[in-house]
């Protein structure tokens, strides 16, 4: 309803999508809790952000470090748990989605080895859940749920699954099942597939049942007939994954919050009705839940034009991001340049060994630093076959030898990369001093294509 300007008046009725905004926002704050509890239950503080000497930052962010002292991490982290926990409860959204948003990103910006697509997903997820409470006509409730965030969501969801779909479409994945074909036979000890694991066929038909579900996964949803299978499939789907590759963290579990959204608007209502009458055989109950065909659901967009042209950018953006990729030279598998931020999921298996060649210009000097002997295992297993690390982590040695005397060391690296399990390549071109090369968002002329 609107005034006669077309400026929104205000409405007793519930908004069409805060119910079910409103228990995605319950599952997405209770896995937040979760998250933040692993770190204190695996002892992540220390040995992401405490011990290592050294921090890979994100282009723009070298000023953002960890805190100092393990009291201060405790505490950040006390905070981002309190904060998930009263946005699922729904107290005080504006405050409470804005300090987690803050907090995770911290956690998220402090070092780029530990980079994880769930992480860059729950940022962005908590990002539009604050920038729905920004805003608050007489037409949405006081909880901060406009209609918009819940096509918002939607899109942000159907994006993530199809990007993650039509990155499979490559020859190692379909082909020859790479990299499941690896990472399967090492879940054989479980009981009865265990055995079916450790067959090629079984990884061939993996990638593919993969690469169907994520591009099944926005029109499935979508379509009111295949709604309930495309529920079923993903289900499924992100279970398994869930189940058998742990080190994803829980983005399968974000995933599986997500599928909610595309159900009904009203959908927990409708979900307590039905238990309340056992209406497990009636039609006209199961739809009340799965929701009305897509033509019959109104696209919202935020109220304002100002609002409707940051919708427009954003959507725009993350339509954009994981295309860049095609701006590079070469295959984004081995240079990574336009990697991250692509939705890339479970798409290579890398492996890597880095050293350094070091010279002093002034007296011809030369000697070699191993990756290991400054970097955690995690930063080096990253950094040995990431080409923006090797250059960052180059800097650095410089800068320490030049703290210790030598004021213009070169630095070359001497990386060799091996891709899902094939034979090992040389990275970086060896003769280049990687310490006179500046980071950008440009191609490495440095890379070895």
Request: charged share 15%; proline share 7%; aromatic share 14%.
């Amino acid at each position: 309803m609107s005034d006669a300007d077309g400026s929104p008046t205000a409405s007793a009725e519930p908004l069409e999508g805060a119910a079910s905004l409103r228990a995605f926002r319950l599952t997405f704050g209770l896995l937040g809790l979760i998250g933040a509890l692993r770190f204190f239950w695996r002892g992540w503080l220390r040995s992401l952000y405490l011990w290592p000497p050294y921090h890979f930052s994100y282009l723009g962010f070298s000023w953002l470090k960890p805190w100092p002292w393990e009291w201060l991490l405790n505490l950040h982290l006390v905070l981002l748990a309190a904060a998930a926990l009263a946005l699922a409860l729904g107290l005080r959204p504006r405050l409470s989605a804005g300090l987690y948003l803050l907090l995770f990103l911290m956690v998220e910006l402090w070092d780029k080895a530990a980079y994880l697509n769930h992480y860059y997903l729950v940022s962005l997820l908590a990002g539009l859940m604050w920038a729905a409470t920004l805003r608050r006509p007489p037409l949405y409730r006081s909880d901060g749920l406009p209609d918009w965030l819940l096509t918002a969501l939607r899109l942000q969801l159907a994006i993530v699954w199809t990007f993650a779909g039509l990155a499979k479409l490559q020859g190692d994945w379909l082909l020859r099942g790479l990299p499941l074909r690896l990472w399967l036979p090492t879940r054989a000890d479980l009981p009865l597939i265990g055995g079916l694991l450790t067959l090629p066929a079984t990884a061939l038909a993996a990638s593919w049942a993969g690469a169907f579900v994520d591009l099944a996964a926005a029109p499935g949803l979508l379509w009111r007939r295949s709604r309930p299978w495309a529920l079923a499939l993903l289900w499924g789907f992100h279970i398994a994954t869930g189940l058998l590759f742990p080190h994803i963290g829980l983005f399968p579990w974000y995933m599986l919050a997500g599928t909610t959204l595309f159900l009904a608007p009203n959908w927990p209502r409708a979900v307590a009705d039905l238990i309340r009458r056992r209406a497990w055989r009636c039609r006209a109950a199961w739809n009340a839940v799965l929701g009305p065909p897509a033509r019959r659901q109104a696209l919202a967009l935020p109220a304002s034009r100002l609002g409707r042209s940051a919708f427009a950018l954003y959507v725009a953006l993350q339509l954009a991001l994981p295309l860049r990729h095609w701006l590079y030279p070469g295959a984004v598998a081995w240079t990574e340049e336009g990697f991250r931020f692509s939705w890339m999921v479970l798409l290579v298996e890398r492996s890597g060994w880095l050293r350094y060649e070091l010279r002093d210009p002034a007296n011809g000097r030369q000697w070699t630093v191993d990756a290991a002997e400054f970097l955690t295992p995690l930063q080096r297993q990253q950094a040995a076959t990431q080409p923006d690390m090797v250059l960052e982590a180059a800097h650095w040695l410089a800068e320490r030898y030049r703290a210790q005397g030598v004021a213009a060391a070169e630095v070359r690296a001497d990386a060799w990369v091996s891709l899902n399990g094939g034979p090992a390549r040389q990275l970086i071109d060896p003769s280049v001093d990687l310490a006179s090369r500046r980071r950008s968002l440009r191609a490495a002329d440095w890379v070895l294509r």
